[in-house]
């Protein structure tokens, strides 16, 4: 996934410095010149350290804190972890397209990060989801020892996957020696990345089943309520319709952002192909990566656990900070 500034529009002829040597020019050129640091570039670096300091922020918060150990904190200690590789490639492929001389090694290096980091920020939303789904139908078990335990294989499942997806360009399923086998995001063959594509979308259809299923139960507890109360008191009904119409504004604003930052590269890694503009790849890929400076902002930091050790940790002398920890359902 690897494209240069001339790829965006800035060529030696409109701004004025010298064109960028390309790939296979490099072992017999004496002397490399860098591109000049572009508005892109800045862009680049600096949502890459943002994505990974507060990733890392999230993760160490889980990490470090014994009482944050049930199924929903390893999610998202997992989704903390994929979003700060997501950071971390793209502070590598600033320094390798503007800070140092790129080889064929360092494409396939961030290329195998970012796939990695974005198949298992996919799949450990899809996780959250799931973790969701299952504290509301299986509310009296779910969260035990058991439960964690299975979290836990799960996710080393994930990981082992998502790492032998992205090892995919080192193992020599790249376009480097053959350019006509290129897709929209080199150096992935096309063959590759619509794999790769389709199966995000199989994994986008799942958590959209999986929420759908979130909202049967949900609205299924809620019959079941009323029909033994027969009637709430006014203050308390206004109460429970009140916190369920905010419980389906998140939600909703969730699956839209969710649905906005994947869908745009998945149906565009399917559609696309290498002779397609470069600008059209980084319009769908940004919002994907953009995925991982939303995500800790909308599941990580909006669980109050978190935010109350976060709190504790700023001003330990405001916040009081309890080992107890309540699991709410928060849609």
Known sequence: MILNATDLGWDSESSGAEPIIPSDQLGRSSAYELPPLTAWGVALCVSGTLIATENAIVVTTILATSSLRAPVFLLLASLGMADLLAGV????????????????????LTSGLLVTSLTAS???????ALDRYLSLSHALTYGSGQSRRRAAILLLLVWL????IGAGPAMGWHCLEDPNSCSVARPLTR??????????????????QLYAGICRVARRHAHAIATQRHFLPSNQSY?????SGRGFSRLLLVLSVFVGCWMPFSL????????SPPLYTYATLVPAAGSS????ILYSLRHKDIRKVLLH?????RYSHSTHIDYPVDV
């Open 293 to 296: 400076l939303l995500n800790p």
């Open 239 to 243: 109460a429970s319709k009140h916190g």
């Open 122 to 128: 996919l799949c450990s939303l899809m996780g959250v």
């Open 313 to 317: 940790a700023c001003c330990p002398h």
């Open 191 to 208: 063959t590759y990345l619509s794999l790769l594509c389709g199966g995000f979308l199989v994994v986008v259809m799942v958590t959209l």
């Open 89 to 108: 490639a793209l502070i590598l492929h600033f320094l390798f397209m503007f800070c140092v001389e790129p080889s064929d090694w360092s494409e396939l």
């Open 161 to 164: 996957g998502a790492c032998m």
């Open 268 to 275: 565009w890694g399917l559609l696309g192909d290498a002779s």
